[in-house]
Structures are given as C-alpha cells and as structure tokens.
DNA sequence: TACATTATTATAATCGTTACAAAATTACAA
DNA sequence: TTGTAATTTTGTAACGATTATAATAATGTA
C-alpha cells in the first residue's frame, strides 16, 4: 500500500486515490485489462468513479512511463503496469492474455538496422493450452 | 490485371470492379493503409465508392485470408495484402510503416512454449532513418 | 424478358475515446 | 482557522472509426 504511493510520488504522479486504487488493480491483477473491465470493477468500491477519470489516469500513468498500451485487440486499448519488454499472446478461445519472455537482445532484424528502436511490441495470436485441452476433450 | 482477378477468384471472392481496385491499391501501394486512406485514393477514379463497401471488401479479404490487419496504431486499423509473416516499424517522427524480415523460426520465447501459434505480429516503433538524418541536420 | 441472387450504396446507430466545463478536493498563505 | 488558488474528479457532450440496416443497382440464370 504504502510502496505504491511511493512508486506514484516517484514518477511524478500524486497520488490520489482513485491513481493509488487503479494502479493497484493493474499491479495485482496483471490482466491486461480494458478501461471498462477496471471501471467496472472499481466502481463496487468506488460507486463515484467516473470513466473519465479512468482514462485521465491511464494516459497519466502512460505518459510517466509506469504503464504500457497493449494494442493486441482490434478495437480496445489493454494496459499493462509491467513496462519491461514482454510479449503478449491472445487466445482466440477463451480471449485471455498472457505474458511471455522472448529475447529482445536477439532478434533478428533486416531491413531496418539502422532504425532508432524505442518499443518493441511482439503479439501473438493463438490457442492457449486450457482452451486446446477443453477443445479436444470436447470432440 | 488479370492475374488479381484469378488472385481474387482462387481465393473464393467473385472479382467486382470494386474488389480488383482495392486489392490493387494495397498490392501496388505496400502503405499499410487505413480505410481512410484507400477510400480518399480510389474516390478519384471512382466516385460512386462507397466507404461501405472499402469497409466490407477489406473484412472479406481478411476473412479470406488475403489480407491482414495491421494493429500498430491506437486507434484505427491498418491493412497489408502481404500475408506473409513479416514485422513492422512505425516511425514516430513522419508516421510511416516500414516493413521488415524477421527470423520467425529462431524467436526464442519462454513461458508459452505449448501454447498454438496461429498469428505473430512484431511491432517496432522508434526513429526512421530518413527521419534521424533530418533531425539531425536541423539542430 | 423475368426473376432471384449478389454487390454496392447511403444513412443511421454503436462504441471507444477525447474535449470541455462545472463541482469537489487539496494545498497553502494570511 | 479561513480564504483563495491550484489540482483533481466528475458528468456530459462531441468525435471518429466501425458496424448495422435497408434501399438501390448490378449480375446471373432460366
Ligand atoms: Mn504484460
Ligand atoms: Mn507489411
Ligand atoms: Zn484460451
Ligand atoms: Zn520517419
């Protein structure tokens, strides 16, 4: 509780507590959640927040560098409070997103050398393994 | 000419006046443009088209797999005829996308190794190099 | 030609997001 | 503490990309 006031107040952010709770909802649920799945659910205990306010404080949060825009979906944006390089796989079943490492270090780029890289963003699209296993005991 | 309409008829989509143009302009063009962009570009020679119908042909090629959809924007959505497996930079400075190769097969990713791999976007945004010579000869 | 099927178009509706201004809260000096 | 300025939150309206719907046009076929 205490250390994500600081983490706030670091970043330059203070720390409200409509910041405190939402990045605390980013940080605990690591669910690569919608501006509606954490309004939703906040609003049980906060019946005041504002969607607005959900969206002033992404956009914050991201313009500090403590979150990162997750563009796997067509239309909605997903956030991510982990801003080390990841990858993100959508399962095509069930929806959900996950995370996964890759070597960032090796990859092997043509074309573009010379490039200045500031994000590397590696999505993939898919069947997660609970899904395979529900889809193949189904048939 | 004529060997987009057989493209588009192997591929299972009756090849009407409208379809061969889009198809075209994303196959001669490599932009990765928006709806947006095709609809303004064909507007000239054709003035009927409708955005409609760059929105229904553009769902179909997807649907049918000539065509992919390029997710490096936040907001609005991309297209690219070419389906190969290939990344995309953005640059940040003059807005264009750049495509590049990449060693698909090499990727070394943890935590997901079972998962099934259906579709892989890598995304890099950062400086072109067109851009970084310009910027720098300006200061 | 006559009729059924498909494609295109125009318009309205939807949905995520942003702009804006009022209300509430917080910071701080008198 | 009190008054006032600055910041934050909120509600509503506006926006832009996309989708839904229904009418019109074009095409295929008997
Ligand atoms: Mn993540
Ligand atoms: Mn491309
Ligand atoms: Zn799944
Ligand atoms: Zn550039």
Redesign the interface.
């Known amino acids: 509780m205490k250390t994500i006031e600081k983490y706030l107040t670091d970043s330059g952010i203070k720390p409200s507590y409509q910041r405190i709770r939402i990045l605390s909802y980013l940080m605990n649920k690591k669910n690569h959640p919608t501006v509606e799945m954490i309004h939703k659910e906040l609003l049980h205990d906060i019946p005041t927040l504002s969607k607005t306010t959900v969206y002033n404080t992404l956009k914050q949060f991201v313009e500090k560098g403590i979150t990162q825009?997750i563009?796997?979906?067509?239309n909605k944006?997903r956030y991510d409070a982990d801003i080390s390089t990841h990858?993100h796989?959508k399962?095509?079943n069930c929806n959900k997103v996950?995370?996964?490492?890759?070597?960032n270090k090796?990859?092997?780029?043509?074309?573009?050398e010379?490039?200045?890289?500031?994000?590397?963003?590696?999505?993939?699209?898919?069947?997660?393994?609970e899904c395979?296993y529900l889809l193949n005991t189904k048939n």
């Open positions: 825009i563009n796997i979906e067509d944006t990858g796989f399962c095509l996950y995370d996964f490492r890759f070597d090796n990859l092997e780029i043509s074309d573009i010379d490039f200045d890289f500031l994000q590397t963003h590696l999505y993939i699209k898919g069947i997660c393994n395979k």
